[in-house]
């Protein structure tokens, strides 16, 4: 079977160690706008003027300007790929430039709202001893959620105070502060033993059964304990691992500590941070300055 103009975009992109949900989000994004093509047109015949009545269509749908940029985007990627290999003449989307909505800032957690949250795991059973294991470490270490369940027992030297976290062939190496370390002690000192099935398990963070905890899975004890702590701000795993740059933004570190301890290829991944204090400082100006 002859593989598709969209299969080989997966594939450049794996190769590129592009994210997994990045890579999901593109072939979606690309799916659909070859669904509106069809039966008129193939990918590979499209002009700026398809691209720009597609666009005009996804608002026309009620879609956000979000949505619609970041379609752009996967669109522009996806032709650009193309042209590099050949397939096509030119890029169709290149020239196009849509107005972009309301800046949309991510949500940020106060430092006494991080506390709070973190208090919620109950110290005296199993499971509030794992969660508190796991929250601590992931506002300690600013992991993405699939970076904290595929640790390995093997990645973290509490003695010295780090983990190693790999993804995609990269490993960063990341400190951590004293209240995750013994959060993390009393975790695999007291209750990973009687959780575990075999002693060969891997796995740094096990389910109720014994298991890999999924992402699934840590993403509902979350929102279980948002819930418990009464904290109105949406909190997901990426909340903490921004709130985590952020605040250690407004601690003095600089951006380029910042990009290492979290694993952005590019700096411009993590200055969204800086426009986040400068957006913050904005809005305490224009509440508190008497002439504002």
């Given at each position: 079977?002859?593989?598709?103009?969209?299969?080989?975009?997966?594939?450049?992109?794996?190769?590129?160690?592009?994210?997994?949900?990045?890579?999901?989000?593109?072939?979606?994004?690309?799916?659909?706008?070859?669904?509106?093509?069809?039966?008129?047109?193939?990918?590979?015949?499209?002009?700026?003027?398809?691209?720009?009545?597609?666009?005009?269509?996804?608002?026309?749908?009620?879609?956000?300007?979000?949505?619609?940029?970041?379609?752009?985007?996967?669109?522009?990627?996806?032709?650009?790929?193309?042209?590099?290999?050949?397939?096509?003449?030119?890029?169709?989307?290149?020239?196009?430039?849509?107005?972009?909505?309301?800046?949309?800032?991510?949500?940020?957690?106060?430092?006494?709202?991080?506390?709070?949250?973190?208090?919620?795991?109950?110290?005296?059973?199993?499971?509030?001893?794992?969660?508190?294991?796991?929250?601590?470490?992931?506002?300690?270490?600013?992991?993405?959620?699939?970076?904290?369940?595929?640790?390995?027992?093997?990645d973290l030297n509490l003695s010295?105070?780090?983990?190693?976290?790999?993804?995609?062939?990269?490993?960063?190496?990341?400190?951590?502060?004293?209240?995750?370390?013994?959060?993390?002690?009393?975790?695999?000192?007291?209750?990973?033993?009687?959780?575990?099935?075999?002693?060969?398990?891997?796995?740094?963070?096990?389910?109720?059964?014994?298991?890999?905890?999924?992402?699934?899975?840590?993403?509902?004890?979350?929102?279980?304990?948002?819930?418990?702590?009464?904290?109105?701000?949406?909190?997901?795993?990426?909340?903490?691992?921004?709130?985590?740059?952020?605040?250690?933004?407004?601690?003095?570190?600089?951006?380029?500590?910042?990009?290492?301890?979290?694993?952005?290829?590019?700096?411009?991944?993590?200055?969204?941070?800086?426009?986040?204090?400068?957006?913050?400082?904005r809005d305490v100006y224009e509440?508190?300055?008497?002439?504002?």
């Amino acid at each position: 079977m002859e593989v598709t103009d969209l299969e080989r975009y997966r594939a450049y992109l794996r190769e590129k160690c592009a994210a997994e949900n990045t890579i999901r989000s593109y072939l979606r994004d690309l799916t659909q706008f070859s669904a509106y093509l069809a039966p008129r047109s193939d990918l590979r015949a499209v002009t700026g003027d398809t691209v720009r009545s597609y666009m005009d269509w996804m608002a026309g749908q009620g879609k956000s300007p979000s949505s619609v940029l970041r379609c752009l985007a996967s669109v522009k990627s996806f032709y650009a790929f193309l042209l590099s290999c050949g397939a096509v003449d030119a890029n169709p989307a290149d020239h196009i430039c849509l107005e972009k909505g309301v800046r949309k800032y991510p949500e940020i957690l106060t430092s006494q709202e991080v506390e709070l949250f973190l208090a919620q795991p109950p110290g005296g059973d199993p499971k509030g001893i794992r969660d508190r294991a796991m929250l601590e470490l992931l506002y300690a270490t600013g992991l993405r959620v699939s970076e904290l369940v595929a640790l390995d027992t093997g990645d973290l030297n509490l003695s010295a105070g780090f983990l190693r976290c790999r993804n995609k062939g990269h490993e960063r190496t990341i400190p951590i502060y004293r209240g995750a370390v013994k959060a993390m002690q009393d975790y695999l000192g007291q209750i990973r033993p009687q959780l575990v099935t075999s002693p060969a398990e891997p796995a740094l963070f096990v389910n109720m059964h014994g298991g890999r905890m999924s992402r699934q899975g840590f993403w509902k004890l979350m929102k279980h304990y948002r819930e418990t702590a009464g904290i109105r701000k949406e909190i997901t795993p990426h909340t903490l691992r921004h709130s985590f740059a952020v605040h250690l933004l407004e601690n003095g570190a600089d951006l380029q500590s910042i990009q290492e301890l979290l694993g952005h290829a590019d700096i411009s991944s993590t200055q969204i941070y800086a426009h986040v204090l400068q957006h913050q400082l904005r809005d305490v100006y224009e509440r508190t300055h008497p002439k504002a």
